[in-house]
């Protein structure tokens, strides 16, 4: 039974690094909350975020950074920071929950699974976010904004409740973006 364990927390913390590519600090709170609410167990040295103080702290953080997005020019001046921190939380967030392995295997997952996830997700995302500030003058970033907001939402409380499920969407949505740059690259070879 024990592997079907170290398997849950696997999904759990790749669903929250998914979550984190999304927005940083929004998936840390709700791990936070579970944590201190006794809901998903994390490694021992990582109890302290289940703790008052860093709900509070992450809450606040977690504002800063959603009401941040929907001012015009500095949503995209986050962006440019956002990829570092989102692998480092998406990093973060892996070798928080993954439990019962040996530190170098849950080390080797954290930084490819958790913090490749993450960034490979925020890199998407800023993306999306030039393409909408080019193509409508920022107009539409605050519809961005929502959607990334709720879908980090989503995905983090999906990844505590159900991790299998959070997994699958997590795979639909790397397979959604293989898709569409693979039409996009078979769009600029045809015209190009």
């Not at 990093?91 to 170098?104: K, S």
């Not at 699974?113 to 080019?134: K, P, Y």
């Not at 539409?140 to 959070?166: H, K």
Request: overall charge neutral; charged content about 10%; aromatic content about 10%.
């Amino acid at each position: 039974m024990e592997w079907v364990d170290i398997l849950l927390s696997i999904f759990l913390g790749i669903g929250l690094a998914a979550a984190v590519g999304f927005r940083v600090f929004l998936p840390l709170l709700v791990m936070s909350l579970a944590a201190h609410y006794d809901v998903i167990p994390l490694n021992e040295s990582w109890q302290w975020m289940g703790s008052l103080t860093a709900v509070i702290t992450l809450a606040v953080a977690t504002l800063v950074e959603v009401a941040g997005y929907y001012i015009p020019w500095l949503d995209n001046a986050l962006d440019t920071i956002a990829i570092p921190l989102a692998a480092i939380a998406g990093t973060a967030v892996m070798v928080a929950t993954v439990t019962n392995l040996d530190p170098i295997i849950t080390w080797t997952l954290a930084i490819i699974a958790g913090g490749g996830t993450a960034a490979a997700v925020q890199g998407n995302t800023t993306a999306i976010r030039l393409g909408s500030t080019a193509t409508t003058g920022g107009l539409a970033n605050s519809v961005v904004s929502t959607i990334e907001a709720g879908t980090s939402t989503v995905l983090a409380i999906l990844s505590i409740f159900v991790p299998v499920l959070a997994f699958v969407c997590v795979l639909l949505i790397f397979f959604g973006l293989y898709k569409f740059y693979k039409k996009l690259r078979k769009k600029r070879n045809t015209t190009g």
